[in-house]
């Protein structure tokens, strides 16, 4: 059972409207707007946006698939390789009340060749799922990680307990000695050594990428409705700075996309639409605020 | 003449207090507060803030004097250094009217020894004043030019183009293509040969520190009672949206700090109060907003 580029793009493709349909109807207000483009090297993608909704402020679903002549920022990290593939579905969804929290998901494949038509030389996926809360939540985050350990397990049973310290490790703001939210789980290069494990490590990322609706769906109905002050939407204003932070200075993906030329707008659809930055803003002591930050500290869930 | 580290953080110190005073009359409401800090490897500063006042929406004057052992990171930078004193006034001022623009300063000294008491065996000056509106103004930008054409001129008559172009440079958002504003003078690496040398920097230097009051006085007197809508302020949550990328994807001295375990509230307190990104935001054909970005296009201004 061979898998093609082909495949795993139609799985992609799927996946990001099959999402979009479900994030529509737990709005109930806003849809999804399309934008296709295309990459003058090679490729292109469909960003689908949803913006001002009942429960989402700002949200992107997007699926690109890029391919070309390597960059040469890319070349230290492969072998020989000249022409890449990298396809993918990336999600970042900012919601209006601030004890909804901010989600962020990619699923995504690479692949080289020495040239456009030649073999694959090296292959990996990788992906992941993450929350970024304003405020702690015992009860949103342990289904989170459990829904994420579900999503692990049948594939390997070090998976979970691994992809989540990656996680807690990638999505710390080194500068501040601060996570970004209660981590999830992280993967990045899981290389296929043959077709079998190929086929499991993309039915692996299928798992994940499934596992978005489960996980998004039942947080985002336990929190709408809730009451909030202007103090919780200040508050939601200073983590979403936060969030910016570690998008602008540390995140990968945006790093990657800024430097590729990349869609800029793709790439930093994931910044908050509204975001404060106070000088040395402090909260009070024993407030629900200064909880946030202890709660984000990594923690082992089971 | 010997021109010593004091009498430079006794200028420096000096033009702090001095701009503050002038800012804090400029505003007419808000004083600036006074945060001392130390640097656990050496040195530290005084930030000086200035929060919600009638002009000033966020404002920092930040002087420091750090010094220690060289940091891994900047032993490239370097030769057989293993010392380093670096103090400067680095100042950036968000205001609360879309019409009076962000202004940013920088004025510093490093110098490299082999040991904590030994002799200097490099050292140099660097910094700069730049200017970001939201909207074009050409009387502003002529006076921003023209004040820092004549702070230069009296040293050395290809300062001003020189340092021109370098600010233009610098100053560029390079993913989005896009200028952060009108540009400046931006300059660094001044390093003296000897001491007659030395003092003529330093009296630059000072020539450009002295000039930020007399630049922005008249640009903040130009706009600060001009009325705006909502559209204006939206435009500028936009604007201080694009400085927050320069400053977190490119800028030097926040880069700087951030690998050196600096005070963390003091090199980002050049964030915004709030920021704003929307997905895709085209301004109108023919609008004010519009015409904002070929305004900013580097241009010659004599």
Redo the contacts between chains.
């Keep these: 059972m061979e898998i093609r580029l082909e495949e795993i793009k139609l799985y992609l493709l799927q996946l990001q409207q099959s999402i979009c349909t479900s994030l529509e109807e737990l709005d109930g207000e806003a849809v999804f707007m399309d934008?296709k483009w295309e990459r003058a090297e090679g490729g292109g993608g469909l960003s689908k946006?949803i913006?001002n909704g009942a429960v989402f402020e700002?949200g992107?679903v997007n699926f690109s698939h890029v391919h070309g002549k390597l960059p040469d920022v890319l070349k230290s990290e492969t072998r020989n390789a000249e022409y890449f593939h990298a396809t993918g579905v990336s999600i970042v969804i900012h919601p209006q009340n601030p004890f909804v929290p901010i989600i962020h998901m990619n699923v995504r494949y690479f692949c080289m060749s020495e040239t456009a038509e030649s073999e694959i030389t090296e292959e990996w996926f990788g992906g992941g799922i993450d929350v970024s809360p304003a405020y702690p939540n015992e009860t949103d985050t342990l289904h989170l990680h459990t829904l994420l350990k579900n999503a692990c397990d049948p594939f390997d049973e070090t998976y979970y307990p691994k992809f989540k310290i990656w996680c807690d490790d990638y999505f710390t703001i080194?500068?501040?000695n601060e996570m970004r939210g209660v981590g999830g789980i992280f993967f990045d290069h899981l290389r296929p050594k043959h077709e079998t494990e190929k086929a499991e490590l993309f039915a692996f990322l299928q798992s994940v990428g499934n596992s978005f609706i489960p996980v998004y769906e039942q947080i985002v109905k336990n929190n709408r409705y809730k009451p909030y002050t202007e103090k919780n939407k200040e508050w939601q204003?200073i983590r979403r700075?936060r969030y910016?932070?570690f998008n602008?200075?540390y995140d990968r993906g945006t790093h990657f996309g800024?430097r590729t030329n990349g869609r800029?707008?793709s790439?930093?659809?994931s910044?908050?639409?509204?975001?404060?930055?106070?000088?040395?803003f402090i909260p009070e002591a024993g407030s629900e605020e200064e909880k946030t930050l202890t709660f984000f500290q990594p923690k082992d869930w089971f």
């Design positions: 934008d946006v913006q700002k992107g080194k500068h501040r204003f700075g910016a932070e602008l200075v800024l800029i707008e790439i930093l659809m910044l908050p639409p509204h975001a404060e930055w106070k000088y040395n």
